[in-house]
């Protein structure tokens, strides 16, 4: 009778122990491969408190029409690591709207205003695709655009120069360089013209 009461228990006391070390029936392995194949679930990007913040402060400024200071705060959360999309709305208006004031102030003849405003863009140009599709100019056009306006000045300063109003010149094309820091035409010409007016100081005061 122990015999008999042996040789049934035997299976079921090797199934305990095998199933404790992990050798699970096939059917269980199965079923963990299986959860083991489902695809991870995609994290969200939660927006941070600093993010939401910023995006406040740029639409109040977009409300203020004072586009650059919009623009600036998107810059900064971009350069920091917050994706282009989360300021998407804020900078296409900010953008497109900016576009439209620095035409306006081209036509006007303010050109250094116009200039500002067009190198600001050049310089926080989307890199997002989606995004440039939907700037009112293109990056090559907001380009020309800057070039233009420097063409536009120094052209005013030289017309400045020959009529003789040296210091006026001077004054015209530093205006270059309040956009175009690296403009060499602008700096070489300023360089020649400063030289020039102190050589006429100097031959003043010796007469």
Request: hydrophobic share 40%.
């Amino acid at each position: 009778m122990k015999r008999i009461i042996f040789y049934i228990l035997t299976p079921y006391i090797l199934l305990t122990v095998l199933t404790g070390c992990g050798m699970l029936h096939p059917t269980a392995q199965e079923s963990t491969a299986k959860v083991s194949k489902q695809s991870p679930i995609e994290s969200i990007e939660v927006p941070r408190n600093g993010q939401i913040q910023a995006r406040q402060e740029a639409r109040r400024l977009l409300n203020e029409r004072n586009y650059a200071g919009a623009i600036s705060i998107i810059q900064n959360e971009i350069s920091s690591g917050v994706p282009e999309q989360v300021f998407s709305s804020e900078y296409l208006q900010a953008a497109n709207d900016s576009l439209g004031q620095a035409e306006r102030l081209m036509k006007l003849g303010q050109i250094l205003k116009a200039a500002v405003i067009f190198k600001s863009i050049q310089d926080s140009y989307p890199k997002t695709p989606e995004l440039q599709k939907q700037v009112m100019l293109s990056l090559a056009q907001v380009t020309e655009k800057v070039d233009f306006c420097a063409e536009q000045l120094m052209t005013a300063g030289l017309v400045a120069y020959r009529s003789g109003e040296f210091s006026a010149a001077i004054d015209i094309w530093q205006q270059v360089l309040e956009f175009m820091p690296q403009h060499q035409e602008a700096k070489d010409s300023i360089q020649t013209t400063q030289l020039q007016l102190s050589n006429l100081k100097k031959f003043s005061r010796s007469n």
